[in-house]
């Protein structure tokens, strides 16, 4: 079996038992995908493919679906519909507008412009503690690649039975590492997570921040992960986060529900955007509140952040290899 059919191999899911008692169904299971960023570092190839400046979700990369609607449709495997959020920005609506046709307005959130990572997490957990203070919340990159998605849906029910079990602590998916990336955040684990399904959950050391060469190599010879930025918990742990390293950017999404009028919301939101900083959520709150969060290994997922002209064309060439291996 070749590396590319290997990354679709259930022998990779063998270490992971999939919860029984959480499903898709759950009605307290909820999803946000951040599709708001503007998709600068690819923006040369997207360019050359579409002939425009959208950013990469808004592409299909390889033929067929953009990645975007790639995203949607895999988080809908694990998360009903009417139970997912949009955060897009109003900058792209052509790009995205037919894309979002038949999305209930209500799942859909739209910023003024990008604004960083944080406030489009802090809108959407403000509109989630208004629709179920008690759920429990997903966030997904709109723009990764998952060459595995039944890994992906069994690492994401983990993740939801652990956030269940432990609802003070956020859960991060962290990838085993396949070489020493200096372009991606690592995470450092720490001791297994007390209660948790044995060594595949931890607790949260540190953060490392793309690192040189040299101390990746390092970071992957100690047993750390790549941050993949999919993140589940009890929407009130993540509040609690931002509480704890951004209060002034939740007080004021939150001054905004408490105060607008209906039919408001979009001038509110531009008067808000231009008041309160472009904040990163994993520099500014990820990384600064380590305690409150877990991390899962999570191996077999042939995941990707596509964030480099030269990983889009190592990714397609495996999948073209793989529909070769399999016809």
Wanted: with cysteine; net charge positive.
């Amino acid at each position: 079996m070749n590396a590319a059919a290997d990354l679709r191999s259930t022998a990779n899911l063998k270490h992971l038992n999939r919860p029984a008692d959480v499903h898709m169904h759950d009605s307290r299971r909820w999803g946000v995908i951040l599709a708001g960023g503007d998709g600068k570092r690819l923006l040369p190839l997207t360019r050359r493919i579409t002939g425009d400046d959208r950013p990469k979700r808004f592409c299909a990369l390889g033929g067929g679906k953009t990645l975007l609607k790639q995203t949607r449709q895999r988080v809908g495997r694990v998360i009903p519909g009417p139970q997912t959020l949009l955060v897009m920005t109003r900058t792209h609506e052509r790009y995205y507008a037919d894309e979002v046709t038949g999305v209930a307005s209500s799942c859909l959130l739209i910023q003024p412009h990008n604004h960083g990572t944080a406030p489009a997490i802090a809108y959407s957990l403000t509109r989630l503690r208004q629709m179920d203070p008690r759920g429990l919340v997903a966030f997904f990159p709109s723009d990764h690649h998952f060459a595995n998605d039944e890994a992906f849906i069994t690492h994401i029910d983990l993740a939801f039975a652990q956030a269940k079990a432990h609802p003070e602590r956020v859960i991060l998916l962290g990838i085993e590492p396949e070489a020493p990336e200096d372009a991606y955040g690592w995470i450092e684990p720490g001791a297994p997570l007390a209660g948790g399904s044995g060594k595949f959950i931890s607790d949260v050391s540190r953060f490392w921040e793309k690192p040189s060469r040299r101390i990746a190599s390092h970071l992957m010879r100690r047993g750390c992960l790549w941050n993949s930025f999919v993140m589940v918990g009890a929407v009130s742990a993540f509040l609690k986060m931002i509480r704890h390293t951004l209060p002034n950017l939740l007080a004021c999404f939150e001054f905004m529900g408490a105060t607008m009028t209906p039919g408001t919301e979009d001038e509110a939101l531009r008067d808000l955007y231009l008041k309160v900083p472009a904040t990163n959520f994993s520099d500014e709150v990820l990384c600064a509140r380590p305690a409150d969060l877990a991390v899962i290994r999570a191996r077999g997922l042939g995941w990707s952040d596509l964030g480099e002209p030269e990983r889009v064309v190592s990714i397609f060439r495996l999948k073209s290899e793989a529909a070769n291996w399999e016809g």
